[in-house]
């Protein structure tokens, strides 16, 4: 079963890495071309930390069914961040979205106040009219070493069908090299999930050698004019759709080790 029940947990152990929520709107000029001074100051007490970064746009291919298709390069984007004391949130703002992330979860009640505090600031200073996108993405990292499942295989860890062919009694999981699953799908009423799982390294194993598992999902609603009052409701429907494809990829023996405690 892809999406298994709703039923919530805190884990002693968690995987969770990072959770970001994006939402974008019809481009506002003046976002890129005057630093967020008035928005800064209305979030700098629990956001001191302040970067602006120049991002280059991939290249735009015009006429691509032409016999000679152009490339043009794009602008660069600013994309202003603001960043906790402990460098664990962060808000970033283009001219095409604004997104909060942590590094830090602890609950979607949290999560959910700290975002309604920097939208309404948001909305009040720059007045989109609507939104065309919202995104909720979770990004998981199961680590055997942490939870003392050295000896285990991920097959007994991780249930199918999100490790693919490592599920098969025949599959040599140390023989194998690489073994992920990537999915799109449409999930009804103009909600998406992209869903990446599969064991892998962070950070390509700099500075961790030890493979993780990785379960990455990023659900979203897209729509011409998504209205302000929608995304609470939106995002706790999203939100829904995370717990429930955790429930259904974690087997027994692994959520017992992370320590749960019901919510």
Known sequence: MLFSDNSRYSYAVSPLIEVICQLRFPTILSIGSTEPAQFQEMIRGEFPKYVARQEQQPLKITNPNAPQPQIER??????????????????????????????RYTSWEEFAQKLDKVLALFIQIYHPAFFERIGLRYVNAFSRNRLGLQDELWDDLINAPFIGVLSEPDVDEKATGK?????EMNLGENRHMKLHAGPGMLG??????????????????????????RIAGELDV????????FNSAVSEELHNAMGPTPK
Do not use: M
Not at 82 to 103: H, P, R
């Open 74 to 103: 794009q602008p660069p984007i600013t994309n202003y961040n603001f960043i906790s004391t402990d460098g664990l949130w962060k808000i970033n703002l283009t001219k095409d979205f604004i997104a909060l992330s942590t590094l």
């Open 179 to 183: 073994c992920a699953l990537d999915v």
């Open 204 to 229: 390509d194993g700099k500075k961790d050698p030890e493979p993780k598992f990785i379960l990455d999902g990023d659900f979203s609603v897209v729509d011409k004019q998504i209205a302000a009052q």
């Open 238 to 245: 999203l939100h829904d759709y995370g717990v429930r494809l």
